[in-house]
Every structure is written in structure tokens, then in C-alpha cells.
């Protein structure tokens, strides 16, 4: 029977082939990451757009853009925020004091976004939120493998 704890270990396993697979293979963080999101975004956007209608295909692929781009300076807004954590861990007073905002700004944010969103019918904007919001808990999972992320 498949269970939470298999799913988990599966999960872990699966990363860690990825990551430590033949030189071929490996790529930074951001690089899988990026693709992941983008090749998910490309997903939501093919099948969602009113492909008739340009000016509602042009504003939903610059959605879809917008999300990705947005997804992009999220990750390194997160990198930043774990190296003042780490400071603080070790004694180092933080270069900026209210790092620790930085996800509960993002959480407040995205909430706001999935009502604009909604009411507006923009379907390749809203398939980011999941996104924002999975990815704190995505980045500490990852972490959790692996020492030396790049």
C-alpha cells in the first residue's frame, strides 16, 4: 500500500537522482526550478487561452510571463532571506531587520491576487499562485537534502 511516508521517501529519492545524477545531468536549483514553473505556466496558458481573440491571448501570455518573471525574483528574494537567517543563526546581526516579513508579505499578497484574478478571469495568472504559495515549503524541503544549494 502506498502511504505518505512511501510518497515522501519516493519524493526524496526522485530529487536526489536528479540532483546528484551523471554530469550531463546536473543543473543548478534555479535551472530546474525555472523549468519546471515555465514548462507548467506554458501548460496552463496553451490550454486555457482564448486563442481567437489577440487581445485576450496577448494579455494572458504577458500574465503568464509576468508570473514567471515574478517566480524568478520570489526565488532570489528567498535566497536572501535564508542568508540573513543564517547570519542570525550564527550571531550576525541581520543587514535588514524586517527579513523575516518577506513571507508573510508574499502569502498576503498572493491572497489578494487569487480575488483580482477570479473576478477578472485571468486563468494563466491564477495557475501562479499555487506556486508562490508552495514554494517556501518546496525550498525548505529541498534544503533539507541538500547543504551546498546553488
Same mark, same amino acid.
Given at each position: 500500500?502506498?502511504?505518505?511516508?512511501?510518497?515522501?521517501?519516493?519524493?526524496?529519492?526522485?530529487?536526489?537522482?536528479?540532483?546528484?545524477?551523471p554530469?550531463?545531468?546536473?543543473?543548478?536549483?534555479?535551472?530546474?526550478?525555472?523549468g519546471?514553473?515555465?514548462?507548467?505556466?506554458?501548460?496552463?496558458?496553451?490550454?486555457?487561452?482564448?486563442?481567437?481573440?489577440?487581445?485576450? #491571448?496577448?494579455?494572458?501570455? +504577458?500574465?503568464?510571463?509576468?508570473?514567471?518573471?515574478?517566480? /524568478?525574483?520570489? @526565488?532570489?528574494?528567498?535566497? $536572501?532571506?535564508?542568508?540573513?537567517?543564517?547570519?542570525?543563526?550564527?550571531?550576525?546581526?541581520?543587514?535588514?531587520?524586517?527579513?523575516?516579513?518577506?513571507?508573510?508579505?508574499?502569502?498576503g499578497?498572493?491572497?489578494?491576487?487569487?480575488?483580482?484574478?477570479?473576478?477578472?478571469? #485571468?486563468?494563466?495568472?491564477? +495557475?501562479?499562485?499555487?506556486?508562490?504559495?508552495?514554494?517556501? /515549503?518546496?525550498? @525548505?524541503?529541498?534544503?533539507? $537534502?541538500?547543504?551546498?544549494?546553488?
Amino acid at each position: 500500500m502506498l502511504g505518505p511516508r512511501m510518497v515522501v521517501t519516493s519524493m526524496r529519492e526522485a530529487v536526489r537522482r536528479i540532483v546528484n545524477g551523471p554530469t550531463w545531468q546536473r543543473r543548478h536549483t534555479w535551472e530546474w526550478e525555472a523549468g519546471v514553473v515555465g514548462l507548467y505556466l506554458l501548460g496552463i496558458t496553451i490550454s486555457t487561452t482564448n486563442w481567437a481573440d489577440s487581445r485576450i #491571448a496577448a494579455g494572458q501570455v +504577458a500574465s503568464a510571463l509576468a508570473v514567471f518573471f515574478t517566480f /524568478m525574483h520570489v @526565488k532570489v528574494a528567498s535566497r $536572501l532571506e535564508e542568508a540573513q537567517e543564517k547570519g542570525v543563526e550564527n550571531g550576525v546581526a541581520p543587514t535588514v531587520e524586517c527579513y523575516k516579513k518577506l513571507t508573510h508579505y508574499l502569502i498576503g499578497k498572493e491572497l489578494l491576487w487569487f480575488c483580482a484574478f477570479i473576478c477578472l478571469e #485571468a486563468w494563466a495568472a491564477l +495557475a501562479g499562485i499555487p506556486i508562490f504559495l508552495l514554494y517556501p /515549503m518546496w525550498r @525548505k524541503f529541498y534544503c533539507s $537534502l541538500r547543504r551546498n544549494v546553488k
